[in-house]
């Protein structure tokens, strides 16, 4: 089956060409051609099996037949997969002056109500700061989108995201089409349901075992104290087989992640650090730096474990297992993606076996042991454990702790207060104060115009050819 069969135009069947996407994958065989006759579709595939095409596609080929903005809205949870999600757009219709933006938490209010002031075609979003810009400023309308697309659908409608979600689907129009897509959606099928039409369409793929028939799955059990040893073990043994590939090692806080992160550059290993406690600027830089193989090596907390695309990583390694399966499984296809090989490595404690045997049971695949030489880890050890009490006494010496803000809930609980409600006030007194910064920038800006919710704005030289 080619993509010109699944009645594609002849223009995206050339950009499909020109970057070497030949034939299309399962998901995309499927619920293309109910995307463009219109259907509401829940795409549900493994982990890079080319889900955002299958979006993508068919709106590009929608926005071309007639083209405005805003025309289609993705959500996603994470900031850097919205980054992703839009470069594919921009990608595919570069050459047709495609308008497209990002707005996601980190960055720059003002700019983004410049850029969706602008109406450009597709937006790509993260739920949160897409509800403020709607909470505080009338510059743009989402009331006319033809497409809203949930990626990573069971993350967004979990349940964290509620309020955010809410908000932005008040400023949705009834008559749109809604796509939602994951890899792991059958635990929340019903809840996903519920915002799409009701004839919608429903992709699942039948296999049993949940994570891709390419990725190789291993467990190292070892003691809790002498993980990190292990750790960078596996990390040195890799290197000295595979001088290529790209190694993502994933573990269960921020703090972690960076003391992972200090520990192994100073053994002589180049990392770089993704996760929630370091500015926007400095992740999109980190992971630029892994992207373009500078720093072979990521450590990350789950903030990277959905969606992200990067196919030269051979080697996926959860330094901390993360405590359910949905999370394994995303996890572990940051690797062999789209066909390709690669390799995932748990490293377990006493205290894990439970949740492994779990996980086991949930995606129906039993990991296999791994060979770690116990010599070489002695061997390395006492440098691996000095070395990251060095790194915890810098670090203790910023004011990166997480353990201070442990500490200081501790006290509101002493001082008889909810730490919950306290956090809660300070949040809204915060973005009271952003929302009033940025409400004074946009009255002084005269490059933001206010459009009504009934323009019609067309942009004929980007009709379809
Ligand atoms: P998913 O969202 O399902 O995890 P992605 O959409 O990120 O997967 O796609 C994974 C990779 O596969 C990307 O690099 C993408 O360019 C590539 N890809 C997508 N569709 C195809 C195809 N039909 N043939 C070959 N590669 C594809
Ligand atoms: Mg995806």
């Not at 069969?5 to 994958?25: D, F, H, N, R, W």
């Not at 980054?83 to 938490?105: E, M, P, W």
Request: charged share 30%.
């Amino acid at each position: 089956m080619t993509f010109q069969s699944l009645q594609l135009s002849s223009y995206l069947c050339k950009q499909l060409e020109a970057i070497g996407v030949k034939s299309p994958t399962e998901i995309q065989k499927n619920c293309i051609p109910k995307i463009l006759d219109g259907i509401d579709c829940i795409g549900c595939a493994k982990t890079g099996s080319g889900k955002t095409l299958a979006f993508a596609l068919p709106i590009l080929q929608k926005l071309w037949e007639e083209p405005y903005g805003i025309f289609a809205l993705i959500l996603t949870p994470t900031r850097e997969l919205a980054y992703q999600i839009a470069d594919q757009f921009a990608v595919i219709g570069k050459s047709k002056n495609l308008r497209h933006c990002v707005v996601t938490g980190g960055m720059e209010m003002i700019v983004q109500a410049r850029e969706l002031a602008n109406k450009p075609h597709i937006v790509v979003s993260t739920p949160g700061r897409l509800a403020d810009h709607l909470e505080s400023c009338d510059t743009f309308s989402l009331k006319r989108i033809k497409f809203l697309v949930l990626d990573e659908a069971d993350r967004l409608l979990g349940g964290r995201f509620d309020q955010q979600i809410s908000t932005i689907f008040n400023a949705l129009p009834k008559n749109r089409q809604t796509l939602l897509f994951s890899a792991t959606m059958t635990d929340t099928l019903e809840k996903v349901k519920k915002i799409t039409n009701k004839n919608t369409f429903v992709f699942e793929s039948t296999a049993e075992v949940k994570t891709v028939d390419e990725l190789e799955q291993f467990y190292v059990l070892c003691p809790y104290n002498v993980k990190d040893g292990y750790l960078v073990e596996i990390v040195r043994h890799f290197r000295e087989k595979d001088e290529k590939g790209l190694i993502m090692i994933f573990t269960d806080t921020c703090k972690n992640c960076q003391l992972l992160h200090m520990t192994l550059n100073e053994v002589g290993f180049e990392t770089v650090a993704l996760h929630a406690m370091i500015s926007q600027r400095q992740r999109l830089a980190g992971l630029a730096k892994f992207k373009s193989h500078v720093s072979k090596i990521l450590i990350a907390t789950d903030v990277a474990s959905r969606g992200l695309d990067i196919p030269a990583v051979a080697l996926v390694i959860n330094h901390v297992i993360p405590n359910n399966a949905t999370d394994y499984v995303h996890r572990v296809g940051r690797t062999a993606r789209a066909g390709r090989q690669g390799r995932a490595v748990s490293i377990v404690t006493q205290h894990d076996v439970k949740v492994v045997q779990s996980i086991e049971q949930k995606i129906n695949y039993k990991l296999k042991e791994y060979d770690v030489s116990g010599l070489h880890v002695a061997k390395i050890l006492t440098q691996v454990h000095v070395t990251k009490r060095e790194a915890q006494i810098k670090l203790d010496e910023t004011d990166f702790d997480e353990r201070r803000l442990i500490n200081k809930r501790k006290k509101l609980i002493t001082d008889g207060k909810d730490p919950d409600k306290v956090e809660e006030e300070i949040k809204r007194q915060r973005k009271e104060k952003r929302r009033k910064r940025f409400e004074r920038k946009i009255k002084n800006n005269e490059g933001i115009v206010t459009i009504t919710n009934e323009t019609e704005h067309v942009d004929d030289e980007l009709k379809n050819d």
